[in-house]
């Protein structure tokens, strides 16, 4: 496994690798991996003949008092982790390679609507900021393939408009959430929560698990049961930001004929936020 840590460096290897008839697929992440980001590179190297890791934890997707100066790093462990993938290149860039005139007057992409809601609504700027970094890293690996978890539902659809808007030629891959055995999310931010937090913390699935079984028997009937749902996760200190049923292709509301939707949840638990989602489909 090579280590790059510049753009130009990066640019030049995946050309040689298409002049040699090669595909090539990407999983962007912040590092701290773990075995969600492993199934993201399993499935890399089935679709594609070369893979590349991203890791650059990026500054403008995080909000003023939010996690960046303490968010989890492990650049060893993680590289470790990638030769044992037998990933093809790890590339790590600094912010002077990813924001070469700084973070305070670069260029933002925006998506529109699907990045105000939800998420969007609570982190103002943070997708513009996901959108903006993925573009980067899409612009310099050029890849056949990229590659997200479905644990960040909003933020997989943000990228797929995204890309779909640009004419950016790579296909976004989803991959389902994976999940500890309990049920709780795999996450790095899980690591912020104390020993009695996690054993708390399985209940969001519960809880989604609950509203999903609700929404079979009638969608309609999942107004009536989220607060109750809500109550229940916040007698156990936790603090709902919000949990909501929306359509599955593009967030918006459910129209009364929908079948296909997806419920989406976020809390605070202690130190972490956490969020999660379930899908259905009638
Ligand atoms: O999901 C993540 O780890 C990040 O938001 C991403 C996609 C790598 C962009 O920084």
């Given at each position: 496994?090579?280590?790059?840590?510049?753009?130009?460096?990066?640019?030049?290897?995946?050309?040689?690798?298409?002049?040699?008839?090669?595909?090539?697929?990407?999983?962007p992440?912040?590092?701290?991996?773990?075995?969600?980001?492993?199934s993201?590179i399993?499935?890399?190297?089935?679709l594609?003949?070369?893979?590349?890791?991203?890791?650059?934890?990026?500054?403008?997707q995080?909000?003023?008092?939010?996690?960046?100066?303490?968010?989890?790093?492990?650049?060893?462990?993680?590289?470790?982790?990638?030769?044992?993938?037998?990933?093809?290149?790890?590339?790590i860039?600094?912010?002077?390679?990813l924001?070469?005139?700084?973070?305070?007057?670069?260029?933002?992409i925006?998506?529109?609507y699907?990045?105000?809601?939800?998420?969007?609504?609570?982190?103002?700027?943070?997708?513009?900021?996901?959108?903006?970094?993925?573009?980067?890293?899409l612009?310099?690996?050029?890849?056949?393939?990229?590659?997200?978890?479905?644990?960040?539902?909003q933020?997989?659809?943000?990228?797929k408009?995204?890309?779909s808007?640009?004419?950016i030629?790579?296909?976004?891959?989803?991959?389902?959430?994976?999940?500890?055995?309990?049920?709780?999310?795999l996450?790095?931010?899980?690591?912020?929560?104390?020993?009695?937090?996690?054993k708390?913390?399985?209940?969001?699935?519960?809880?989604?698990?609950?509203?999903?079984?609700?929404?079979?028997?009638g969608?309609?009937?999942?107004?009536?049961?989220?607060?109750?749902?809500i109550?229940?996760?916040?007698?156990?200190?936790?603090?709902?930001?919000?949990?909501?049923?929306?359509?599955?292709?593009?967030?918006?509301?459910?129209k009364?004929?929908?079948?296909?939707?997806v419920?989406?949840?976020?809390?605070?638990?202690?130190?972490a936020?956490?969020?999660?989602?379930?899908?259905?489909?009638l």
């Amino acid at each position: 496994m090579k280590s790059i840590l510049e753009v130009i460096k990066l640019n030049r290897l995946v050309s040689e690798w298409r002049e040699n008839n090669n595909t090539i697929a990407l999983v962007p992440t912040m590092g701290s991996l773990h075995s969600g980001h492993i199934s993201l590179i399993k499935e890399a190297k089935i679709l594609a003949s070369k893979t590349v890791v991203s890791i650059f934890v990026n500054p403008i997707q995080f909000g003023r008092g939010e996690d960046y100066e303490s968010y989890p790093s492990n650049i060893e462990s993680d590289k470790k982790k990638l030769e044992k993938e037998e990933v093809d290149i790890v590339f790590i860039p600094d912010l002077k390679q990813l924001y070469p005139m700084g973070i305070d007057t670069d260029t933002r992409i925006t998506v529109p609507y699907i990045s105000e809601i939800l998420c969007g609504q609570h982190r103002p700027g943070h997708f513009s900021g996901v959108a903006t970094v993925v573009a980067k890293l899409l612009a310099a690996c050029k890849p056949d393939f990229a590659l997200f978890g479905k644990k960040d539902y909003q933020q997989y659809l943000v990228i797929k408009r995204m890309v779909s808007d640009l004419l950016i030629p790579t296909l976004i891959v989803g991959l389902p959430t994976q999940r500890e055995k309990d049920g709780l999310a795999l996450s790095s931010r899980n690591k912020y929560l104390s020993e009695v937090e996690r054993k708390i913390a399985p209940k969001i699935y519960l809880s989604l698990q609950k509203a999903s079984e609700i929404i079979r028997i009638g969608p309609s009937n999942f107004n009536n049961a989220k607060q109750e749902l809500i109550n229940e996760l916040e007698a156990f200190g936790m603090k709902v930001e919000y949990f909501e049923l929306r359509r599955a292709t593009d967030l918006a509301l459910p129209k009364n004929d929908e079948k296909s939707f997806v419920i989406l949840i976020a809390v605070w638990l202690g130190k972490a936020r956490l969020i999660d989602n379930i899908a259905i489909d009638l």
